[in-house]
């Protein structure tokens, strides 16, 4: 069973700071990924 392909609202994009669907062409690089303040966080912080 395949599901349809679901579109995200300007509003979902941008609270999300999303420029692209990230469901369509999956993920192509660091820049399609959500991150979190806590993510960024740890990122920064770690050694």
Do not use: C
Not at 20 to 42: H, L, T, W
């Amino acid at each position: 069973m395949l599901l349809r392909r679901q579109t995200l609202s300007q509003q979902v994009k941008k609270h999300f700071a999303l420029f692209r669907n990230p469901f369509v062409d999956d993920v192509q690089g660091p820049e399609d990924m959500f991150v979190s303040p806590d993510i960024r966080y740890v990122w920064e912080t770690a050694p």
